[in-house]
């Protein structure tokens, strides 16, 4: 059984930062693909920024330049270090692999962030 743990969310004010982490209860977790998505209410789930096993980075234009995603594979986690936040980017952030999440399989409770002041 595979599992996905977010942790990290809070409250922050605008252009502050956080540093949401994802650990993968699984092996292999070093080969695959992962992302950070998130879903605001009221609104479909999204991603936000991928990274691949070889460490090659991808993000959504509404985050490019504020957001920074990073592995560990010795560890089996995902980071997403969150700066200059928006009130927009106030939503519940989940990990995943993007395979896996087109498939809708192992979501995790994922961990709420709110910007606000």
């Known amino acids: 059984q595979v599992q996905f743990v977010e942790s990290g969310g809070g409250l922050a004010q605008p252009g502050g930062s956080l540093r949401l982490s994802c650990v993968g209860d699984?092996?292999?977790?070093?080969?695959?693909?992962m992302a950070w998505f998130r879903q605001a209410p009221g609104k479909e789930r999204e991603s936000v920024a991928n990274?691949?096993?070889?460490?090659?980075?991808t993000y959504a234009d509404s985050v490019k330049g504020r957001f920074t995603i990073s592995r560990d594979n010795d560890k089996n986690t995902v980071f997403l270090q969150m700066d200059t936040l928006k009130t927009e980017d106030t939503a519940v952030y989940f990990c995943?692999?993007?395979?896996?999440?087109?498939?809708?399989?192992?979501w995790g409770q994922g961990t709420q962030v709110t910007v606000s002041s």
């Open positions: 699984l092996r292999g977790f070093r080969i695959l693909p």
């Open positions: 990274i691949t096993r070889e460490g090659i980075e």
């Open positions: 995943n692999n993007p395979n896996w999440a087109r498939l809708n399989w192992y």
